[in-house]
Each structure stands twice: as structure tokens, then as C-alpha cells.
């Protein structure tokens, strides 16, 4: 039910399932197993993956999905404990869990692990490896869990486990949700506009402007893609106006003022806010720049880890905007890709990029986080948006979200 890798699938639309479990239960020689391919290092000693090993591939009927292999979460020692905090930090991010355990060995470190996938709403099949070494079967429910009786090495029960997958996998894969072709109606044209400078990839597209074309065309809807400097004449071009502007959000004030109040605009970093995160509350958390002051820390949090460039949004744009809505200089801490802080106490506020790398399993995940420490948290375009003064404008488009942010400012 495995077939070819695709690469075009973008890993933030993938679903993730991760593999979890003791050492030297297995869990690499069985991710091998099911991928077809000598994806992962075995070695019979024990702790022999140190950091977590992601193979994309596709899942038939699923998907796209990736798979993420980890250390075993009973290491020990100081190299051990850290490569258990990496394993733990795949937990944040994984929508389906494969729980492996030798046959004949479910005790309680296995149930302790089943109650933190329950607990965190990540469904599970357990996983029991080396049937060929104790037959007999797996037990019909461990704690209530589906378990499939599995040999990595003969490949008995292989099939069994890829079934158990389907059916356990949340529903409404990720590949399968729109970014924005269903605020277009068919056949309507949505404008994009993408400006290319300095921070633009030579000869390339930036992933969410590539998701936006892609989901349009899906959508059997019309794409005119163009830079801002364009942006009046295509306009006036059009028979009747675009159903939707999107910008990117660098570019929020002169594409607001060239197009009228009546067409609905927004950003692809909001638009990727409410793909891959919580866009109600990354909105409200866009209103906690009222509050900010002179001398307050900002957490700046990138999901890629792209070199920063002379106006980099993240490092200089974003700070500038954010200090002139404060009235003054304030502290910012950059993190980048996986990197995310566990003490959020400094912070008066977190801006997060859109996360077009990540999925959205990590990204609420965070949310969460920020949360529990009660820090806001919003992302680059609501911020920008709202220290522009078009943060009501920019929201239009999405039905119930200014009500969902609970009383707007002006």
C-alpha cells in the first residue's frame, strides 16, 4: 500500500505518523519494512537512532504522509535524556502513532506511553515486533488499543498493521483541506501578488505562493499572478472585480490602498494561519500589540531555516513595524525550525511565521504552549496587518472570525 515518494508534496500537508517505543523494540527495522526501503540504521545495540529519522512516502488510500522514526524513550544518561527530549518533541508534531513493543512485553512503561498519545488526542495502533521470534498472536485490545502482531524481518502482519493505519488516521487529511481555493469561487479570478526583491529565492516561488497556484488550479479557479507595482493596472483590466487579493504581507500597505474596500484582501501568511494553525487566536493575539511597550521581548519564531537577507522580514521588516506600533525600540529573540523555547515566561508576545514547513500538529502545539504560559501569540501577517491599522480588513474574508476575536479595536 506503499508506493513512490512524492516530493511534490509539500511535508506541512503530510500526514505525520511517528514511530515510538523502548529500545531496541524495532521501531527502525519496522519503519524499513513498511517503507520498503533501508530508511533507518539498525544495529541490535541498543540507542542506535539518535535523532529522529523522517521518510516521506505515500500511503495509499491515505496520502501523502510522514513517517518519523525515534529513539527510544527509555534512554538513559545525559546523551540519552537528550535524545528522549528530541523523540519527545515529535510527539508535538505527530497526527497518527504507531506504538512499538516486543511480543510478549506490554508492561506498564508501554500503557504509560499509550495514556500520553490519549492524553495529547494522537491515535494509536500498537505495534507488537518480533512475532517471528514469540508466535502465538497479539492480544485483541492492550489497554484498549488495536494491536497488530508484526515481523519486521519475514514482513508477517505487515499488511495488517498498514490496514490498522488507515483506519485509526484522523480524518480530513491534511492534503486534502484548502489554503484558499474555497473563498474562490469556481471559475472567479484571485489575485496574487508577489512581490520579487531581495528576499525573493532566485528563479523560484515561495512555498505558500506555490500552495496558493496549485489549490486554485484544483479549485477550477482563475489565478493572475502579478507584483505590486502591476497591481492597479491589472485591476483595471478585469471585467469585474477578483473575488479575492492576496499578498504577500510585506507588501500589505500599498496593496491596500490600490484596491478598493469592496474586494476582499487578505495575506498568504493569514491564510496559512487558519490552514496550519488557529486563526481565531493568532488574531486575538495580533490585538496584544496595543499592549506592547518600549523595552518589552518579542519571540520572532521561523518554522524554516533560511539564511536572513538585508531586509529579512523576520529579523528587520517585522521588528520595524512592531516598534513604531510600540513607540519605541524592543527586545527580540530569534528562533528558527524546530528550535522553540520551553520557558515563554520573558515574553509579552510570540509572532510566528505562517509555518509552511512545519504542520499543524507542531504549530498548535504551540499555540497551546504560549497558552499555558499566557503569552499571545499571533503570526507575521496578522501582526503586520494589525500594526498597519487593516487587521478588520485583512480578517473579511473568513466568515465568523471577527466575531470569533472577540470585539476588534478600530
Known sequence: MCSAELPSAPRGLRLHIG???????????????????????????????????EKPMELVPLGPVLFVDTAGLDDEGDLGAARTARSRAVLDRVDLGILVAEQGAWGPFERGLLAELRARGIPAVVALNKADLAPGGAPPDPDGATAVAVSAVTG?????????????????????QHLIADLVPAGEVAVLVMPIDASAPKGRLILPQVMAIRDLLDGACLALVLQARELPVALACLRRPPALVVTDSQAF??????????????????????????????????????????????????????????????????????????????????????????????YRLVVHCGNCMGNRGEMLSRIRRCDAAGVPITNYGLAIAHSLGILERALRPFPGILEATHALQP
Not at 29 to 43: D, G, I, K, P
Not at 156 to 174: F, N, Q, S, T, Y
Not at 304 to 333: M, N, Y
Open 19 to 53: 514511530l515510538f517505543g523502548r529500545r531496541n523494540v524495532g521501531k527502525s527495522s519496522l519503519l524499513n519494512a513498511l517503507t520498503r526501503q533501508e530508511v533507518a540504521l539498525v544495529s541490535p545495540q541498543a540507542g542506535t537512532t539518535t535523532d529522529p529519522v
Open 156 to 176: 508477517e502482519g505487515l499488511e495488517a498493521l498498514r490496514a490498522a493505519l488507515l483506519v485509526a488516521a484522523p480524518g480530513d487529511p491534511p492534503a486534502s
Open 253 to 346: 500597505r500599498a496593496v491596500a490602498e490600490a484596491v478598493p474596500e469592496t474586494i476582499p484582501m487578505t495575506s498568504f501568511s493569514i491564510l496559512l494561519s487558519r490552514l496550519q494553525g488557529d486563526l481565531p487566536a493568532q488574531a486575538r493575539g495580533a490585538l496584544a500589540l496595543d499592549a506592547l511597550r518600549p523595552g518589552d521581548r518579542v519571540l520572532v519564531a521561523e518554522g524554516c531555516t533560511h539564511h536572513p537577507t538585508g531586509e529579512d522580514i523576520g529579523r528587520v521588516k517585522l521588528p520595524r513595524w512592531l516598534a513604531q506600533k510600540a513607540g519605541g525600540s524592543l527586545r527580540f529573540d530569534t528562533v528558527q525550525g524546530r528550535d522553540f523555547p520551553g520557558d515563554l515566561s520573558p
